[in-house]
């Protein structure tokens, strides 16, 4: 199972582990944890982009919003933010900062 969660607690961020199995596909957990080791860059500036924006008052963050600002960041020619990977980031920025909890809408998941 690629994930740490169970059914009764469908927002918990997934385990940073691998769910590969001979001849299947990624699952959508597996390619963010991949991308997420790859390109640690791009968590350290959303961390700061939700940093900024709350210190400026704001009271709700769009993670979407905050990938829009980021890719205008980026040097031209990097790619790879893919706005799948938005729930998946708001869910790992809650869980090492507790205090935006509130900042964040998060729905249950629906794929693994």
Known sequence: ???SHTLADPYALPVA???????????????????????????????RLTADRLAAGATRV???????????????GVRGLNNSFTALYARKLIEDHPQWASAFELRRRRTP
């Open 1 to 3: 199972m690629p994930t």
């Open 17 to 47: 582990r691998a769910s590969f199995r001979a001849g299947s596909r990624p699952t959508l957990t597996d390619r963010f944890v991949a991308f997420d080791a790859e390109h640690p860059y791009v968590y350290s500036a959303l961390e």
């Open 62 to 76: 769009g993670l979407k919003a905050l990938f829009e600002d980021l890719r205008w960041q980026l040097p031209a």
